[in-house]
């Protein structure tokens, strides 16, 4: 018998769905459901980043104010909003890169 460390597992075969457009598919609910337009997605997104630096500077504020003791909790809050603004900013250069790159298609 031969070295073959994947001797006896059967092969992963795909499995096929019969799809009939007549038929409706049930609506995902909850988390998985679609997001909606491009303008609600980038919306909700800035809305978060902001509440994210709100709520560092609000702990930063606490801290100065000697209500908060640990200063890991206003660090911990800090790098969320400094992560979550990079993003945002990586987002938001691609996507200006990808509507310079559509602009400069010739039709």
């Known amino acids: 018998m031969s070295e073959n460390p994947c001797y006896g597992v ?5 499995e096929r769905v019969p799809f009939d457009p007549e038929v409706p598919r049930p609506a995902r609910t909850g988390a998985t459901s679609a997001p909606g337009s491009f303008k609600e997605v980038l919306s909700e997104t800035i809305k978060t980043v ?7 500077d609000t702990t930063i504020q606490k801290v100065v104010a000697g209500e908060i003791k640990d200063v890991t909790d206003a660090m ?3 790098e969320k909003a400094d992560i979550a603004f990079q993003t945002m ?3 938001t250069n691609k996507m200006i890169a990808a509507y310079q790159e559509i602009m400069r298609m010739q039709v």
């Open 10 to 14: 059967n092969p992963i075969r795909p």
């Open 76 to 78: 911990v809050a800090v």
């Open 89 to 91: 900013s990586v987002l």
């Open 50 to 56: 902001n509440r994210l630096q709100v709520e560092a």
